[in-house]
């Protein structure tokens, strides 16, 4: 390698050092010595979210039922089958007689309208209850999967009723009765 060259490179790789503190502050969205701590928010509180999720998890435990004990509770009177996927998944397929009440639009209005009484038993499915049916039930992370949400959020808006569907299920050799509103 030429002097030249040496000098050259050299140089390139000092200017580069001098500038990397330079660039990494033009990547961070705010200079660290000016970040201040953000305005509380009363409506978002993490700490109680943690805490309800850990309870809900302990009342979960006991509350998981099997394919035919899923049918069976919901062939009974006063039971509500709630299928929180989005419209579009839910009109692909879902269980028979499931009342849809996609996870976003649970409030509690929506609630009071869906379901008013905290006491009605709430059977629940999600995506990862079924394999081999991608197009309406695609995949999630087992720690993502909606079962989880739509447990704790009912169990926080203080419906204590809810079971949850607990196996993986092939739709085409399952028990459970499949519908589709699609046109």
Request: aromatic share 8%; hydrophobic share 35%; glycine share 4%.
């Amino acid at each position: 390698m030429s002097l030249k060259t040496k000098i050259f490179t050299a140089t390139a790789l000092i200017l580069c050092g001098a500038a990397l503190p330079y660039s990494l502050n033009l990547l961070s969205p705010v200079n660290a010595g000016e970040r201040k701590a953000p305005s509380p928010n009363p409506a978002i509180d993490m700490d109680g979210y943690l805490k309800v999720s850990k309870e809900a998890a302990e009342h979960r435990a006991t509350r998981r039922v099997s394919e035919d004990e899923f049918n069976r509770m919901a062939a009974e009177s006063g039971t509500i089958v709630l299928d929180a996927r989005s419209a579009e998944k839910y009109k692909l397929m879902h269980v028979k007689g499931a009342v849809n009440l996609s996870f976003p639009d649970i409030t509690i209005e929506s609630l009071k309208k869906t379901i008013p009484d905290k006491d009605t038993r709430i059977l629940i499915y999600c995506n990862n209850n079924f394999r081999n049916s991608e197009r309406a039930f695609p995949s999630k992370m087992p720690t993502a999967s909606l079962n989880l949400s739509t447990y704790i959020a009912l169990y926080n808006y203080g419906y204590r009723n809810v079971y949850e569907l607990a196996p993986l299920i092939d739709p085409k050799n399952s028990k459970l009765t499949f519908e589709t509103t699609e046109k």
